[in-house]
Each structure stands twice: as structure tokens, then as C-alpha cells.
């Protein structure tokens, strides 16, 4: 297990149990199952924001219902998203299980001038290195180190379509199968909507194949898409492509995303063995309360 930030995650594993909300602690996945509404077709998602034309290969869940899943796979309840993808033909809460959360960071318009020019490799090198760094920190709060390993899937970025994806294939302590974090990027107007895949390296060819679609059918509707941005008028993001794919926004981002994005990382290995580390958060929340307000979270739905 790990503590750390976005491509190098905050990691805060908590018991599911502890974390569900009192109508569904005490229902087995079976059950939670059997509740869901699974959604195919054209479906709009945060009030108008995007459009998803889920195609037969994937189900979507609803806000609410992306909420129960996160939180039986061990992260806090009221998580802040638009929704999750899942593949057709499995239970959310199998072992080989895999899905999308979808969220939207409105941090602003990004400028997409730099993506010509970035050097991957040395991005990776830069990311790996901060990485490093940062394990000392991990292990000073009980915590095993993670290591970047490599892209899983470098980079690209679509210059017509402002599509962005890229994975990264990521080893927490000394656990021997790679965990694989794949990302997509759809820049808009006021900001960007953010879809991410968790699983295994294992998985990597179902999963590339399931985000190949994914990026697809997703997209702004008219109004909120990058060509309405109005120079003069909209905000505009701090950072650019480099800085969207190496984490950079995660500095900037509240506590609570960041707890969101990095739990999502550990879905396989808290599925096997979670580590209840409620007393450590009960102190953390102690110190930010007594240091500075804490951001407002509310529930989605």
C-alpha cells in the first residue's frame, strides 16, 4: 500500500465495511448487484455537460450507484463522479472485474499548444523520478513504496477530436502483479472530462480494447465543447498537456479527489487483502481540520 499523488496516487485504503453506506453494509455483491440499474444507449451525463453513446460492450451506472461500488471496493462514501462504465458480461465485484469512473475537473480551458512538442520519454523519466522521491514519504507513514515501471500505452493526443489517453503500469511494494492505470482526457470549453480504467496489467489487451471504444463515444455536448471556448471570457486551466498527463493538476486538486483517484488504484489488491488504516486517517483529517478548512464534500445524485 501506498501514500502518494495522482500518477503517483494518494493511496488511503479503508475497510468497506467501515466506508458503506448503513443501506448497503450489510449486502453481499450478489445483492448489490441485483439493485443496479445498468444503462445502454444515448445517455447524458452531468446535467447536460457530455453525451455517452454506450454501445453494447458497456453498461453505465449512475452517479449514485458508482457511489455504492466505490465504496464496497473500499474507498469513503460520497464520492463526487458522473458515473461509472462496465464492461458487459461481468459482475462489477468479480476478481477479473474492470470499470471506468467518470468525473469532470472544471479547472478551466486547456491549452493544447504544447502537446507537439512534448517528449514522452523524458516525461516518463520526470514522472518516474518524482515518484521515487516521494517513497520516502510513503514509507515514513507505513506505507510500501510504489514504482512507475513504464507507459503501458504511451501517450497520444488527437489534435482534431482534443482527445487525450495514455497507461501507466505501476508496482506497489512488492506485489507481483503490476497494476495498470489507463487514462482518457476529453478537453472541453470550461474543462476536462476525466475517465479512468483500473486494473491488472494482465489486462491490458481487453482494457485498451474496452478505452479504444470508450473514447469514442464519449464527448462534450454543443456549448460545453473546446471549439466554444471565448477567449477573453473563459477561464483557462494553469497547466497543459504535459502537466494533464504527468499529474501535475493533482497539486492543485482538493484532498478528497485525490483520495478518489488514488484509491481507485489499489481496486485489485483491496479486493484480496484490505488494510483497515482508520485511526491513521481519524489523525490526518485532526491535523487538516486544525490546519485549514477542509473542501465541502457532497454527495452525487
Not at 445502454?40 to 452531468?46: E, L, S, Y
Not at 512488492?174 to 482518457?184: A, F, K, P, R
Not at 485489485?268 to 490546519?291: D, E, H, N, P
Amino acid at each position: 500500500m501506498s501514500v502518494t499523488r495522482w500518477a503517483w496516487l494518494l493511496l488511503v485504503p479503508l475497510s468497506p465495511v467501515s466506508g458503506q453506506r448503513p443501506d448497503t453494509a450489510a449486502l453481499d455483491p450478489e445483492q448489490l448487484e441485483a439493485r443496479f440499474h445498468y444503462q445502454t444507449g444515448r445517455i447524458v451525463i452531468g446535467a447536460g455537460l457530455a453525451t455517452l453513446d454506450v454501445l453494447r460492450t458497456f453498461r453505465y451506472l449512475d452517479p449514485r450507484e458508482t457511489d455504492v461500488v466505490l465504496t464496497t471496493w473500499g474507498n469513503p462514501p460520497g464520492n463526487t463522479t458522473l458515473g461509472m462504465l462496465v464492461p458487459a458480461g461481468a459482475s462489477v465485484f468479480s476478481p477479473e472485474s474492470w470499470a471506468v469512473v467518470i468525473q469532470y475537473d472544471e479547472d478551466g480551458h486547456v491549452d493544447d499548444a504544447d502537446a507537439a512538442s512534448i517528449n514522452y520519454p523524458k516525461l516518463l523519466k520526470d514522472m518516474q523520478r518524482r515518484t521515487r522521491d516521494e517513497n520516502a514519504e510513503r514509507t515514513k507513514a507505513g506505507y510500501a513504496p510504489v514504482e512507475l515501471v513504464d507507459w503501458a500505452e504511451p501517450p497520444r493526443y488527437d489534435l482534431v477530436s482534443h482527445k487525450l489517453y495514455w497507461a501507466k503500469d505501476l508496482r506497489f511494494g512488492s506485489q507481483t502483479v503490476h497494476t495498470l492505470n489507463y487514462n482518457i482526457r476529453v478537453l472541453g470549453r470550461r474543462g476536462v472530462l476525466v475517465l479512468n480504467a483500473v486494473g491488472t496489467m494482465d489486462q491490458l489487451t481487453p482494457v485498451k480494447t474496452g478505452m479504444a471504444a470508450a473514447i469514442a463515444f464519449v464527448d462534450f455536448n454543443e456549448g460545453n465543447r473546446y471549439a466554444d471556448f471565448v477567449a477573453g471570457r473563459d477561464k483557462v486551466a494553469e497547466y497543459g498537456i504535459a502537466a494533464l498527463i504527468a499529474g501535475g493538476i493533482a497539486a492543485k486538486a482538493g484532498f478528497f479527489k485525490l483520495l478518489l483517484a488514488g484509491i481507485l488504484a489499489l481496486k485489485k489488491v483491496l479486493i484480496v487483502a484490505v488494510v483497515a488504516v482508520g485511526a491513521w486517517l481519524k489523525r490526518l483529517f485532526g491535523r487538516r481540520s486544525a490546519q485549514a478548512p477542509q473542501p465541502p464534500v457532497s454527495r452525487p445524485g
